[in-house]
């Protein structure tokens, strides 16, 4: 692994590690204890994660188990990029436990180019939808009556 790296990664993640160019995970760990604005805890975007489901809702139980990098977390779903590949995305109904193996990351109040990302994301559907509007203004009309 690159000097980068002092944590000892699984053997899975550090081939994902690479893939991702290597991404310098000191400083980046989580912080529990200390001043209440200090503190960095939960999940993040790109993190490396082991899930464990709930193994009645498989026919076979080694299927209950999946691990590789955290993509998106919403309301009802995580979507997981697994170490050859593929992207699963696991009902959170299912789901028994969650490993955090390691952030690669910064918390998201410290992520200059999630922040950056989010605020150009937001200009952009903002201007999608103005497009919308002008393009499709006085063609629903067919809500009115007489």
Known sequence: MAKKNSMKLPDWAASMWEEMGSPDLDGIQSVYDGDL???RVGLRRDDFIEIHMDVQ???????A??????????KSSLE???EDGQCHFIARDVIVKMVLVAHTRPA??????LLAFERADMKRRSKLHEKVEKETQGNDDSHLWG
């Open 37 to 39: 604005l200090d503190r």
């Open 57 to 63: 809702s498989f026919t076979k139980p080694e299927h």
């Open 65 to 74: 188990f999946i691990r590789g990098r955290l993509l998106s977390s919403g």
């Open 80 to 82: 997981i990029l697994t």
């Open 108 to 113: 998201y109040i410290d992520d200059k180019e």
